[in-house]
């Protein structure tokens, strides 16, 4: 995302459905008898009582299927990832699958592990032993799989269609090729959900308000204590949150490279010398290869007036568009 985008046809690109290879993405296992208790004191978001789903079919909704952050003591994301219940077998020991960026995926295991103690579990970065891939559209039912883990993602409206989208994990057996088209419209779909994804750039850089995480559901405020806990519900309720997650974009000169990544900051063109924000994600649009869409965070108080620009106030203009669901009130 630092190089100007390669035109791909449009021939080739189906926005419909597709099936995408995620090598951007990671798995992490935390298993054992005392696993859901240790998740539920170090995690965002309520994991007790998550409904069991058998290997080989789709965990799929708000009982099976959890959005979860992790924080420093500080209240900052470490880390943010799509949670499900799937043990081994129908009797054996919990085991919490965690969909992450795999730039994370790691250090974030190896963080939990600390805590571990006298617990009886195990935490585990299983990435580089299980592939991840996304199906997205009508084809998202096809990621049953025997062996595979797969959990339902909330659905894209996307060019008036509501699309569809399922993480799956399967282990690494052979080879898997690469679809380009179908991996940049999964991370369109993605971008446009507005539910936002830590990323190495973007550690430790958001209070869970500030990219919106309580209003996609990623926070459970009446679930007992993990770490930042207290800032993150001083936020809430004391309404210090001055800044949010919202989607933009802008048009790419293809002559020009520009970097557009996560955790390259934006500048508001009344003041050059501080940040006013910072991309969250981005992609390219594949049906306007021009076309550049962005998670950003942003001040509020810049949207008010004058121009949000990336990179510096000599960088593009962003247009902002509308979330696709309501903010909760802080």
Known sequence: ????????????????FGHASLSHWGLIFVEGVDAASFLQNQLTNSILGLKRSKPGKIAEGPAAVRLVGYCSPKGRLLASAWLALIPQSEQGEDRFALFISKDIAASTAKRLSMFVLRSKVKVSDV?????????????????????????????????????ARVLMATPYASEYSVDGAALMQWNLLEVLSAIPRIVLATQEQFVPQMINFESVAGVDFKKGCYPGQEIVARSQYRGVIKRRLQIAGFNIDLSNSISYAPGVELFHSDDASQPAGMVV???????????????IECKLEALEYGEIHLGSVAGPVLKMSLLPYQLIEI
């Open 281 to 295: 994600l981005s992609a390219i649009d594949p049906q306007e290869p021009d076309s550049i869409k962005l998670q």
């Open 127 to 163: 990435s580089d032993a299980w592939h991840i891939s996304g199906f997205y559209g009508s084809q998202a039912d096809a990621a049953n799989a025997t062996d595979s883990l797969a959990l339902k993602m909330p659905d894209v409206l996307y060019q008036d269609q509501s699309i």
């Open 1 to 16: 995302m630092t190089i100007t985008p390669k035109n791909t046809p449009n021939s080739l690109i189906n926005p419909s």
